[in-house]
C-alpha cells in the first residue's frame, strides 16, 4: 500500500494566489516543461506516459498513453490537442478546481503533451458556464506567452506551442469528444459517427488527441518522477498514479480529496469526506457520475471462483472494492470521473432516478432516435411512478427501454442513461414496486434530510 | 436596426479568427461576443454573424437554438440559474428554487416584473461538492443557504451584478464561502489521514475579484446596452 506522502495534482491549491505565474513558479510550475522541452525526446516522453498507466480521468478510463499511440501523422497533416473541460457529468466537479486554483499545471501539461505528440496547437474547450475559470485560464495563458513559454519558441526551442481557450455554451453532450469537436467547429454539438477515431481525423479533419483536463495536468508530475514511479502510487495494478475525488450529497464534509487510485468508496466517505451526515445510514451511492450504476452497500462481492477479478473481495461489500477502472467494470459499475454522489436512507431511488433522467431527457442532442424518445419516455414512466398513476408492468417498461436504447446509437450518451437506469432497477426493484402500487408518498422529496438544514420552510 | 460590435469587439473577433484554421470555428465566440453585448441573440444578431463569418443564417440560428447558454429571447438584466440536479437537490436544491420563485414574484422559466431578474433552471454546474448553488450571470454562488441566498439577490438588487460578484461569489471552493459564516461548522476539514489530502480552503472572493486588465466577462448580461 502506498501512501501519499505530499499531494500532487493539488500541490499548489493552498497557496495565496496560486493561479500567477510568480507564484505558481516559486513552487516549482514550468520546470518540467522546460527540462522536457530542451533536453528530451518527444519519443521518451510518450513513453513515460505509457509506463505511468493513466486511465483517462474523463470517465471513459481509457489508457491515455494507448491513445497517443494511436497517431501516424500523414504527410500534410497537423496534429491538434484538445483538452476537454466541459465538465458537466453531474456529481463531478475536480476539472474546476486545476482550472482556477493552477492553472499553470494544466498549461504546463499541455506544453509538453504537445512536444511530444507532436502538436502545435492546444484547444482547451471549457463550459460556457465556467466564465470565471475561462477567465483565469486566459490570463493564465497570457502569462506564459509573455514569459515566452508558449509562441513560436517555447524554452527556446524550435517548436512552436500555443494554448487556447474555446468558450462552450450550455451542452453536456459536448463532453463526449466527438460532439466537442464539432462544437470547436462552430457546429451543433452532434456527436460523430466513429470510425474515423479523432486520432485518425478529429478537429478540422486532423489527426487529433482529446485528453481530460486532470489527465493532461497529471503530465508534468509523470515526467518528472518517471512513469513506473507515478504509476506505482496506485494501490491497483495497470491503473496507475493519484487522482481527484469528489464526494458530494449527504455526508458531512462534501468536497474534493486527492489521493491514490484504488481506495474504497468507504474510505472515500468515511476517512476523506467525514462519514454521513447525521450518521444515518448510507442507502446508496453513485460512484463516479450519474452515468455509472448506482453501489448498494448491502449487496456483497459474489466471486467465489479464485478466477474471478474480484474473488480477492468475495463476500465483501460492493463498497470495500477498491475504485479502478478494470475492479469497478468487473463489479458491473464504472469507475467513470471518480465522484461520488451519496444518498442516505431518506432517499426515494423512484425520485432520485427521475431527477437523473430529466437530466438526461434534458441533455440528448436529438440526433438518434433511441435516444431522443427513449430518455423522454424513461421520464414519462417515472413521472407516472411518482405519481401513483403507475402500473407493475412499468417497472419492466423501464428496463426493456433501456435495453432498447443501448448500442443503438451514434454515441455512448444513450448507454450512459440507460446503464444506471437498469442499476437502480435491478438494485432496489422493490422500490420501484412499491412506487408502482402507491406512487411516492406525497411529502417524500429527496432534499427533506438537509431542508431545515438549509432553512427551507415546508 | 441593422447590429454591430463595438469598435473593440470588432478587433476581438479579428483576433479570434486567428486561432483557428477555419473561419466557422470562430462562431461560437462570437455569438458570446455578440450576446454579451447585446443581452440575447436577436434576429440581427444573427444576420450580422451569418455575414461576419460568412456563413447562411439558417446555420446560425441551428447553432444558436442548440446551445441554452445563448438566448434567443430577451431575459432580465440578471439571469439567475438554479441547479436541480441531483447532487444539489440533495442538499436542498428545490428548497432554493421555491424560495427564489416567491421572492421574485415568477417561477422558473420567468422574468421577474421589474425585469431585474430571469430565473432559470439549470441542469448540472459542476459544483457538487459546494450544493446547493446557483449561477447568476457569470459567477458561482456556493454552500448555499437561504439567509445568504437572500443578500445575494438584495446587492444584485441594490448594487448591480459586479459588486454582489465581489462580495459573494466563489471559485473552486472547498471550505465555507465567506460570505456565509452560519455554514462554516459544517465545513470543518476532517482529521488528516495519512493519505488523504484534504484540498486547501478557498481563500476569500473579495480578493479574486476579477483583476481590471483582464476582467472576466461582465456580470450583467445585458452589458453595454445601446
Known sequence: MSGLVKPLLSSRYGIEESWKLANAERAGAYQIARQSLTTRKPAELKDEVKKANIRGRGGAGFPAGVKWGFLNKQEGEEIYLVINADESEPGTFKDRSIMDLDPHRLIEGAIISCFAIDAHVAYIYVRGELAFSIGRLEQAIAEARQAGYLGERPFGIDHAIDVHVHSGAGAYICGEETALLNSLEGRRGEPRLKPPFPAVKGAFGMPTIVNNVETIASVPDIVEMGGEAWSALSRLPGDGGVRLYGVSGHVNNPGLFEAPVGITMRELIDDYAGGMLGDRPLKAVIPGGSSTPVLDPRRKVDAPNETYPLHKWHGKSEIDVPMGVDTYRALGTMLGTCCAIVMDETVNMVEACRNLMRFYKHESCGQCTPCREGT??????????????????????????????????????????????????????????????????????????????????? | MAFALTPEREQEVDDILTRYPARRAALLPVLWLCQRQNGWITPEVVEYVAERLELSTSIVKGVVTFYTMFFDEPVGENVVWVCRTLSCDLRGGKAVQEHLESKLGCSAGHTSA??????????????????????????????????????????????????????????????????????????????????????ASQPPPASNAPSASNPPPPGNTTGEES
Not at chain 2, 149 to 154: F, V
Not at chain 2, 157 to 169: D, N, R
Not at chain 2, 184 to 199: C, G, K, W, Y
Open chain 2, 114 to 199: 421589474d425585469g431585474k431578474f430571469t430565473l432559470l433552471k439549470a441542469e448540472c454546474l459542476a459544483a457538487c461538492g459546494q450544493a446547493p448553488m446557483v449561477q447568476i450571470n457569470d459567477y458561482y454562488y456556493e454552500n448555499l443557504d437561504l439567509p445568504l441566498l437572500d443578500r445575494i439577490i438584495d446587492t444584485h438588487a441594490a448594487k448591480g451584478g459586479q459588486a454582489a460578484a465581489a462580495e459573494f461569489s466563489t471559485f473552486a471552493s472547498y471550505g465555507a464561502p465567506s460570505g456565509s459564516a452560519s455554514r462554516s461548522a459544517t465545513s470543518v476539514p476532517p482529521p488528516p489521514t495519512e493519505e488523504a489530502v484534504r484540498l
Open chain 1, 376 to 458: 423522454g419516455w424513461l421520464v414519462d414512466v417515472l413521472d407516472n411512478l411518482c405519481a401513483g398513476r403507475g402500473a407493475i408492468e412499468d417497472v419492466d417498461l423501464l428496463v426493456n427501454i433501456s435495453n432498447n436504447m443501448m448500442g443503438n446509437t451514434i454515441c455512448a450518451f444513450a448507454d450512459g442513461t440507460a446503464m444506471p437506469m437498469l442499476g437502480m432497477v435491478q438494485k432496489f426493484r422493490e422500490e420501484f414496486m412499491e412506487a408502482a402500487i402507491n406512487g411516492v408518498p406525497d411529502g417524500v422529496r429527496h432534499d427533506d434530510s438537509v431542508r431545515a438544514m438549509v432553512g427551507g420552510g415546508a
